[in-house]
């Protein structure tokens, strides 16, 4: 069965810290991969794609298929990067995307 | 352009009546897709329409039920309704050619079952 695993419910990071918010997944074979934010007051939106292999806001994702994991990472916290995030699945690319059940990350001063 | 609107902002029903939620997607997209997510927890896929006919279906059962119309807008159908729909019920809207790439979200209806 496909799943997506987020470990950690909260993350405090303090400001400049690197951040690295873990993602796991369960799927036999070859994902797709997003991360999504959700600042607050906001709206759902997607951050990053595995596929496109982009850095947005500094925030980067790497594929690893041997650890079945899609951390996120950035070098450096600002204080704006306080957020939920959703690791999610597009497992057989049918557009059934699965969610992780999210990670608040909380940078703090 | 608003973006994905979605209606009403919430809702509070009682068990076993039935609901229906509206969602207008992003102008030029033709793909509407609904989502559940409880209580700190992701969102769950219930379903997705493109040419007015669901394409594809998650693991909701039969009570939830959808329609997309002409102008590509859609309605999330819920019947006999029970304590554990409630929840922020989430539409997203694409281009059916890349749903899962570039999904834009609405802001949600929260149902609220009594």
């Known amino acids: 069965a496909q799943r997506v695993t987020q470990p950690e419910k909260l993350l405090s990071v303090f400001k400049g810290a690197p951040v690295e918010l873990k993602c796991n997944y369960s799927y036999s074979g070859s994902p797709e991969l997003f991360w999504y934010v959700q600042y607050s007051r906001q709206r759902l939106q997607l951050l990053l794609r595995?596929?496109s292999r982009e850095s947005i806001k500094g925030f980067t994702a790497d594929l690893n298929k041997g650890e079945t994991s899609f951390h996120l990472k950035k070098p450096f916290a600002q204080e704006e990067d306080s957020a939920m995030y959703y690791c999610?699945?597009?497992?057989?690319?049918?557009?059934?995307?699965?969610f992780g059940k999210g990670t608040r990350l909380h940078i703090l001063p | 352009d608003a973006g994905v609107t979605q209606s009403p902002t919430h809702l509070i029903k009682t068990r076993g009546q039935q609901v229906t939620l509206r969602c207008s997607p992003k102008s030029g997209h033709d793909t509407v897709s609904w989502y559940q997510q409880a209580l700190g927890q992701g969102p769950q896929f219930i379903f997705q329409y493109y040419e007015e006919e669901e394409r594809q279906r998650g693991n909701f059962p039969d009570r939830f039920s959808g329609h997309q119309f002409p102008n590509y807008s859609s309605e999330l159908n819920v019947n006999a309704l029970l304590l554990g729909d409630s929840a922020l019920y989430l539409c997203a809207s694409s281009l059916a050619w890349q749903a899962a790439y570039e999904q834009y979200f609405g802001p949600g209806t929260r149902l609220t079952v009594t």
């Open positions: 999610a699945l597009n497992g057989n690319r049918d557009d059934k995307i699965i």
């Open positions: 595995h596929i």
